[in-house]
């Protein structure tokens, strides 16, 4: 690493992000279960168990669709969800900024115990301090999650997509990431954005009963599509190709996007999965998150191919193909 | 509750703390698990595990005897270890303040490998996030652990303190807290006061040893021994009988505490374990704490008593009883 000093595109998900986690954390930490660098940890204890952990700092804490506390439960009952793991038990720690009122904590504590309700998952242990007035900013949460696996079938595992399999995307892009940006730069678009932000277990369940053998999940949070599938891409040693007419984008999303100069395709997802299954499986798989309440907008979005390894490709609307990259700047900080 | 904002004293760990658990988040997350309000949460899950997590923000990042990493590495540790709970897993998010020095992440996270090292634990999965200069202050760590309690004997626990019981103590209390007092504010004495953050798995695992039979163990971190006391007497319905002269404070220490009109049974430890135990095997436990490194000065400190039930007791140097009760301000902010 070049860098002396911290940057906010350390925390965007993007390339600085895979620097500062391969050029430090994993030179410090490295052992078998961290390098896989799945969403969760898998670990053996008795039964298989998925783990994962994940700090929230949006900025602003309530939003369309959404709020902190609601997106710290759906961030971590997802990551469980992409690894095929049930989610058995939740913690949340709180930062929390001195002079936040009680009124709001109750507001965002009341969502997490919605969003764990639908989840069907409990909130089983905790921890709270409190930091004097500017050295954090109101409520930061970091959840994390213990998952049960199934005995009975390998896990989704981002290593595993293999030429020949097909792409599915659950819905629109980008919805999430335009929604905090829109609430806390003060944007009004001709209607209000709102985020995607979902628990997508029940989703995931549809998807592994249509196709037990399903390769990868992924949620595509941070750093939107493009870093995600650049990193399954890269960890399955494949090229994934998508076409952009096929990825859908909400209308509102698609013009605020264009007003700001930004590419939908690395806005962050709170609700999204992405699954890459046997091709033989697609339309199985397509059909059950079509019929799902939090995949109706499902596509096939691409397939896999063997080369250029570690490559993604889009199809244009024009019918040409462009290097997808992961996004190396930091595009909109604190959307989670 | 009465207040209608998050106060400092709300983070301290005692009576207001107390107050914002169980006046909030135990009104919306209540469920079996998480009522037990142990330190780790106990799940089902195939074999028997315990579940915790910790977020820390200690002011300052470096302090004699250790920093935020070792720091968080030890929290959590020593959570799983007072349940009973061999350490199998942890993970570690982090959230970075925007200009923070890579120089000081590297040596908060190799403090961190070392700490997990000891103690025999990986970090296997983790979070980064970023957020703008003045939005956090420096770096706060978020562990969580799961731990996998043995099938053979029933796990210690806050609510199993009996009368007769004895009430042993692994050292010398308040060097945490006042460590990081002195190097916070500056406050220089004859001698540097050493924080005894330490990875107490390995103590634990000499006292269960002992001890199968444990009644509770619990690392007095947060309000000190004090708060820690008065958990146990409420959570088991006893009274705990202590004698301040059993107490070891190091000199250093008592002077530091009485300069600055601080009662040494408040202030944080986080390399200390308290362990009640059946009268019989009092001095198998204290001898097993003695040949630890962790536990040279371990004593015992009390007994416990049938009433008043969840009360404490300080008996005095001078022979006289009074009630110690749980801080109920904020004695020392972001101590971890």
Redesign the interface.
């Known amino acids: 690493?070049n860098?002396?000093?911290?940057?906010?595109?350390?925390?965007?998900g993007g390339k600085k992000?895979a620097d500062?986690?391969r050029g430090?954390?994993l030179?410090?930490?490295a052992?078998p279960?961290?390098n896989a660098l799945?969403d969760?940890?898998l670990?053996e204890?008795?039964?298989r168990?998925a783990?994962?952990?994940?700090?929230?700092?949006v900025?602003p804490i309530f939003f369309p669709g959404g709020d902190i506390g609601k997106l710290a439960v759906c961030g971590t009952v997802n990551d469980l969800a992409s690894a095929g793991a049930k989610p058995?038990?939740l913690?949340?720690?709180?930062?929390?900024?001195?002079?936040?009122?009680?009124?709001d904590?109750?507001r965002i504590?009341?969502s997490?115990?919605q969003a764990?309700e639908e989840a069907d998952v409990?909130?089983?242990?905790?921890?709270?301090?409190?930091?004097?007035r500017?050295?954090?900013?109101r409520v930061?949460i970091?959840t994390?999650g213990?998952g049960?696996l199934s005995d009975e079938r390998e896990p989704p595992a981002p290593n595993r997509a293999s030429p020949g399999d097909a792409v599915i995307l659950s819905g629109t892009i980008a919805d999430h990431g335009m929604a905090v940006m829109a609430q806390r730069e003060g944007i009004r678009f001709a209607s209000e954005i709102t985020s995607d932000c979902a628990p997508l277990y029940g989703l995931v369940g549809c998807v592994l009963e249509a196709s037990p053998n399903v390769h990868c999940m992924r949620d595509p949070t941070r750093g939107g599509l493009a870093a995600t599938l650049n990193e399954l891409a890269a960890q399955s040693g494949v090229c994934i190709e998508v076409g952009e007419s096929e990825i859908p984008v909400n209308e509102d999303v698609r013009v605020a996007c264009e007003l700001l100069g930004i590419d939908p395709l690395h806005v962050a997802n709170e609700g999204k999965m992405i699954a890459i299954v046997p091709a033989d499986d697609a339309e199985d798989v397509l059909a059950a998150m079509r019929n799902h309440r939090y995949g109706g907008r499902a596509q096939i979005i691409g397939e896999v191919r063997e080369s250029p390894a570690g490559r993604v490709h889009l199809r244009t609307a024009m019918g040409s193909l462009r290097i997808l990259d992961t996004p190396s700047g930091d595009i909109l900080?604190?959307i989670?």
């Open positions: 690493m860098d002396d000093f911290i940057l906010l595109a350390h925390g965007a992000s500062l986690i430090l954390f030179k410090h930490f052992n279960t961290l799945g969760s940890a670990i204890g008795g039964s168990l783990f994962t952990t994940d700090s929230f700092v900025d058995i038990a913690s949340a720690a709180f930062i929390l900024e001195e002079g936040l009122s009680f009124a904590l109750d504590v009341a997490m115990k764990s409990s909130i089983v242990t905790g921890d709270t301090k409190v930091v004097a500017g050295s954090a900013d930061f970091t994390s213990i049960l900080p604190r989670c």
